[in-house]
Nanobody, 116 residues
Framework: QVYPVESGGGWVQPGGSLRLSCVVS?????????IGWYRQADGKTREMVAR???????DYADFVQGRFTISRDNAERTVYLEMNNLKPEDTDVYYC?????????WGQGTQVTVSS
């Protein structure tokens, strides 16, 4: 079993920054998992924000290009999402997904609120 746990959410003013963390525990080899950050607002479809493979390759949704950076520390079993120049439309619950083949594990999410 694999347990992603998110942290780092909160309230920030427009233009501000937050860093989200996803710690993945469980008896597994962390570097074999691809990790993604997704977000979802009430009544909306969950959408991909950024993801990073076990080898360190990353890609981003168009709406966060140049503002967000995903990275991973395999020794700490942690993936980070550095979010800069946040906008009100970035307000959502952010979820971490750990994936390897058919095995997919979701965290419980962390709330990010961007408002003045």
């Amino acid at each position: 079993q694999v347990y992603p746990v998110e942290s780092g959410g909160g309230w920030v003013q427009p233009g501000g920054s937050l860093r989200l963390s996803c710690v993945v525990s469980g008896s597994t080899i962390f570097r074999h998992f691809d990790i993604g950050w997704y977000r979802q607002a009430d009544g909306k479809t969950r959408e991909m924000v950024a993801r990073i493979t076990g080898g360190g390759s990353s890609d981003y949704a168009d709406f966060v290009q140049g503002r967000f950076t995903i990275s991973r520390d395999n020794a700490e079993r942690t993936v980070y999402l550095e979010m800069n120049n946040l906008k009100p439309e970035d307000t959502d619950v952010y979820y971490c997904k750990a994936e390897r083949g058919y095995y997919i594990y979701w965290g419980q999410g962390t709330q990010v609120t961007v408002s003045s």
